[in-house]
């Protein structure tokens, strides 16, 4: 049973460009959540989706970021325009449906850096 | 929202136990603690959780204080795979997000 898997792992981008990072949950689960990492920091919650909805969206910044998980095909977090400022380690956790507390698998993460 | 403070880093030697404390003094009473780790390079990974009673599984045990203020990690023989950053996470009241803690690096000597 593969694990959470994000690609790429690692993404360059110029400042101005747009960067998708992408997020297969573990088999069964319907559950992902993304968290962003800055150096030398803790995860910082940004955004839970479940199929086609997203549950909570509070830790996104209000501009530029937005995410999905489609009915079919991984979760996507898109980041438009990017700043330096958005260079940051990106990671992606699932968790089976129902299931609670909830117990999170998280990916090897994308290491975004802006030019 | 819940908080919890965790030392910045501890050292050990190998194959001795580690205590990982963990402070949570705004704990609600439905609140689950749970302990993740971090190795370089790589996202967290499940080491244990709990809610009011001691919890043994094969890779750790979770001591929780009577009054569930604070809370200890402890491995029992420490291995330089061990090595790692040990967040001490919350899941925040009515939501469904973790707020992970500053975390403490733990440092295993041979």
Redesign the interface.
């Known amino acids: 049973n593969a694990g959470v898997m994000q690609n790429p792992r690692h993404l360059v981008r110029r400042r101005g460009q747009e960067a998708r990072l992408r997020c297969s949950p573990m088999k069964g689960h319907s559950h992902v959540y993304w968290y962003r990492q800055l150096p030398e920091e803790g995860l910082k919650f940004m955004v839970y989706l479940q199929k086609e909805n997203i549950i909570d969206e509070s830790g996104m910044p209000k501009e530029r970021f937005s995410a999905e998980f489609p009915k079919e095909g991984p979760s996507i977090l898109r980041i438009q325009q990017v700043v330096r400022g958005d260079s940051a380690a990106y990671f992606c956790a699932s968790s089976p449906e129902g299931t609670g507390p909830e117990k999170l698998f998280f990916g090897s993460g994308t290491q975004l850096s802006v030019l | 929202d819940a908080k919890t403070t965790q030392p910045n880093s501890m050292e050990s030697n190998e194959e001795e136990p580690v205590h990982l404390p963990c402070n949570h003094s705004t704990i609600s009473g439905t609140d689950?603690i749970?302990w993740?780790r971090q190795l370089p390079?790589?996202?967290?990974?499940?080491v244990i959780?709990g809610l009011t009673s001691n919890v043994n599984n094969r890779m750790a045990s979770l001591a929780i204080a009577e009054d569930r203020k604070s809370s200890t990690l402890i491995l029992h023989r420490a291995t330089l795979r061990d090595a790692a950053v040990y967040?001490c996470i919350l899941?925040d009241r009515g939501?469904?997000?973790?707020?992970?803690?500053?975390?403490t690096r733990l440092k295993v000597l041979a």
Not at chain 2, 95 to 103: A, D
């Open positions: 689950y749970h993740y390079s790589q996202g967290p990974e499940y959780h967040y899941r939501t469904y997000k973790y707020i992970f803690g500053t975390g």
